[in-house]
């Protein structure tokens, strides 16, 4: 394995937690690779100013409704159980009560297109051309990859929108009230489910079946739980919400193109070394050192 060339040997028995932590941080990593790619690519700015900056003004009036009302008297309550630390186990419950009432109005019907454009748009940018064209219309002398993007001609998801996850998001809220372990629980239960959906669009682009999807997921299962972990942090950020689903959405398709490199990178051969019998004769000796 690759790990063992990395481990010293007194350390091969640490090779498996090793490698689960590797995993955890790439994964993790990659929602914050999309806000770097994101910000460095203007071309992807009109998607956020012209579709979600209205949303995102939204979702301001719905959070400070919230804290006005609601912040308070869930600190006071909490304050019984979590003393110092009250404050920001109900910050985060304020959150996500925030972010239940954003998801049920606005996600499913609004931003998923937007999502959609902002992963097809990075793929075509890793030259994963293939995979797009035989979903979209493209524009192939169009000045960057946004622009190239026509009407899609089949179903383009890059996240279904589901009843089950609102009501487990909102049944997971309650975990904000047990002391010390209640939030990151909810953070990592969450992100758990909400990475589940990073590579839907992928999936549908490689034509994968249901099966094939749950199998996919499965063997990542893992690394989908703290790329949604980091995810669902970001996405509970008051005012930038909105910009995080959509730089997570281009986090997922880097993640996405580089998987795809690595499956169509060549497999180097092992050398074969020549075997040599004890009876082989030796070979003859020469005299000239040329």
């Not at 071309?43 to 949303?55: K, S, T, W």
């Not at 010390?180 to 490689?206: C, D, K, Q």
């Amino acid at each position: 394995m690759a790990s063992e060339s990395r481990l010293p040997t007194p350390l091969r028995s640490l090779e498996r937690p090793y490698n689960y932590v590797s995993q955890a941080l790439v994964a993790a990593s990659y929602p914050l690779q999309g806000i770097y790619y994101f910000l460095r690519h203007p071309a992807y700015y009109p998607l956020f100013l012209g579709r979600l900056l209205p949303l995102s003004i939204i979702s301001i009036l719905v959070y400070m409704i919230l804290f006005i009302f609601t912040f308070l008297p869930q600190f006071a309550f909490l304050a019984i159980f979590h003393g110092r630390a009250a404050w920001l186990n109900a910050i985060v419950l304020v959150l996500g009560e925030g972010l239940v009432i954003i998801q049920g109005l606005f996600e499913g019907f609004f931003v998923d297109e937007c999502r959609v454009d902002a992963f097809d748009a990075t793929l075509l940018d890793k030259d994963l051309e293939h995979l797009i064209a035989p979903h979209r219309l493209l524009f192939p002398d169009a000045p960057n990859s946004i622009k190239k993007l026509g009407k899609p001609t089949s179903a383009a998801v890059y996240q279904p929108w589901s009843l089950i996850q609102i009501v487990e998001l909102t049944i997971c809220l309650p975990l904000n009230l047990i002391p010390y372990v209640g939030t990151p629980a909810f953070l990592i239960i969450t992100g758990a489910r909400l990475g589940t959906f990073a590579h839907y669009r992928w999936f549908e682009l490689r034509g994968l079946n249901k099966k094939e999807r749950k199998l996919a997921i499965r063997n990542r299962y893992w690394e989908y739980t703290w790329f949604g972990t980091l995810a669902m942090i970001l996405n509970l950020i008051p005012i930038f919400s909105f910009l995080f689903l959509l730089t997570s959405t281009v986090g997922s398709a880097l993640w996405a193109a580089k998987l795809e490199q690595q499956a169509r990178a060549p497999v180097e051969a092992p050398r074969e070394v020549p075997e040599q019998t004890p009876d082989s004769p030796p070979p003859p000796y020469e005299d000239n050192p040329v």
